[in-house]
């Protein structure tokens, strides 16, 4: 008996043996099969792949003559003591404003000192130091020959990566697409000794621009202000909106909460006017003064900076951004069960399918409603050309929950978001098949 165990064991192995070796050969036949055109392409791809990385996670697009030439950001960051101004930016006031420090770029000495607590994370000189290691994940310092820092850029990283929290909260490996929602851009803003770009673009003193900043709260930036200048809703709330995800962006038409342009429009977009880099920006529809007038006297819809730091990377920044897919759910963090009874509804009775449809979960072509099919005001819509509101995907939904849902949070949980579609879409769902959709929602 054990003998014919033993040699049925041999067999299976054998045949697993047989099998890797078959895949093996048929890949290496592939491989051998491919045109000269073909093998070009794939060698493009795996470029522009790391290209992409790189200028996501890396590149400033010269945005530091903006934040440290002009707004001298980099001296709130080092402080009084330290030739600066203020208090400075320790570790600690950094990660309380949202930024993030890559645990990857610590040395291992660094790492060990952490851990035993013999790092000063309450001295600005510490955030120096992190800067000097590349570690603080979307912002990038430039130092002179003394190693005293001179100046700061922005990357896309700052808003659009986050970290898993692995070493400590706020330190950790990257995860680059995912909104930071922890980011409070405005508070950062404000640190600027130099406010007067900002003042002068908007004709408003520093008092009421800070007080704009402070409205917006983590995780939420107005990318539209220095283009319409509206600094709040006629209700008197915020007009920020929240940083969305950078990630499972292929076959997404139009991005943006309102359908401003492609995913490469929006790079370009927000590389050069709102990063404050140096490159080429074109877009006629920002000459028209009645809903731009801010940005049709600055000049913002056709920018040619020099030198261009911005136009040849977007094509591999794109690139990259396509082929970050949206991330899996945690396991255990939703209900397979009710999740599959509520795909059923997704699909079905709660018409969301008809929107969202599977698996891009927004439409493929023009993805844009009114905001009467939306059932919300006008407000941010009218910000943009379109006057609509773009049909959001869904997928990896639960990773960025913080900070609630639709363009400005209105809805803190998805369960006011469902119940909210009653109406618009005259459906009527009970309490069990709204739990369902939910566990579903977070299933994607």
């Known amino acids: 008996m054990l003998a014919a165990f033993l040699i049925a064991l041999g067999l299976l192995a054998g045949a697993r043996l047989r099998a890797a070796d078959q895949a093996k050969a048929s890949q290496k036949a592939s491989t051998q099969k491919l045109s000269e055109n073909d093998r070009a392409i794939e060698a493009n791809a795996k470029k522009m792949l790391e290209e992409g990385r790189r200028i996501f996670r890396f590149d400033t697009f010269g945005s530091e003559t903006f934040w440290g030439d002009a707004l001298q950001l980099h001296k709130a960051i080092t402080g009084e003591k330290n030739g600066g101004v203020g208090d400075g930016l320790s570790p600690k006031t950094a990660l309380s404003v949202g930024l993030k420090v890559d645990a990857d770029a610590l040395p291992t000495e660094l790492v060990?000192?952490?851990?035993?607590?013999?790092?000063?994370?309450?001295?600005?000189?510490?955030?120096?130091a992190l800067l000097k290691l590349d570690a603080v994940v979307g912002v990038k310092g430039f130092f002179d020959q003394k190693g005293n820092l001179k100046s700061v850029g922005l990357r896309c990283a700052v808003?659009?990566?986050?970290?898993?929290?692995?070493?400590?909260?706020?330190?950790?490996?990257?995860?680059?697409?995912?909104?930071?929602?922890?980011?409070n851009v405005g508070a950062i803003v404000s640190l600027a000794p130099n406010l007067k770009p900002l003042t002068d673009l908007l004709g408003v003193d520093e008092a009421t621009l800070k007080k704009v900043l402070s409205s917006w709260g983590p995780g939420r930036f107005d990318a539209e202000i220095d283009k319409d200048g509206k600094a709040m809703r006629p209700d008197g709330g915020q007009a920020g909106t929240l940083i969305p995800p950078a990630f499972g962006l292929a076959g997404v038409n139009l991005h943006t909460w309102t359908g401003f342009g492609s995913v490469p429009y929006w790079n370009a977009y927000v590389a050069g006017t709102e990063m404050h880099g140096s490159g080429t920006f074109f877009d006629a529809r920002f000459s028209d003064a009645t809903q731009y007038p801010v940005a049709a006297k600055s000049g913002a819809g056709n920018t040619r900076g020099s030198p261009d730091m911005i136009t040849a990377k977007l094509a591999a920044l794109h690139f990259y951004q396509l082929a970050i897919g949206a991330p899996k759910p945690p396991k255990g963090s939703f209900d397979a069960t009710a999740a599959i009874r509520g795909k059923e509804i997704f699909e079905g009775k709660g018409k969301c399918a008809t929107c969202h449809v599977p698996p891009l979960f927004t439409e493929p072509g023009n993805n844009l409603h009114t905001p009467e099919e939306v059932g919300v005001d006008s407000f941010q819509a009218d910000r943009s050309p379109t006057h609509k509101y773009r049909t959001a995907p869904l997928a990896g939904l639960w990773a960025h929950q913080k900070g609630g849902f639709y363009h400005d949070g209105r809805f803190a949980t998805l369960r006011e978001v469902v119940d909210h579609y009653e109406e618009p879409l005259k459906i009527s769902l009970s309490d069990s098949e709204k739990s369902a959709l939910i566990e579903y929602l977070k299933s994607l």
């Open 159 to 183: 808003c659009h990566s986050t970290v898993d929290d692995s070493f400590a909260p706020g330190i950790g490996k990257r995860l680059d697409g995912w909104p930071n929602r922890d980011l």
């Open 112 to 128: 060990t000192k952490m851990r035993a607590g013999k790092v000063d994370l309450g001295d600005p000189a510490t955030t120096v």
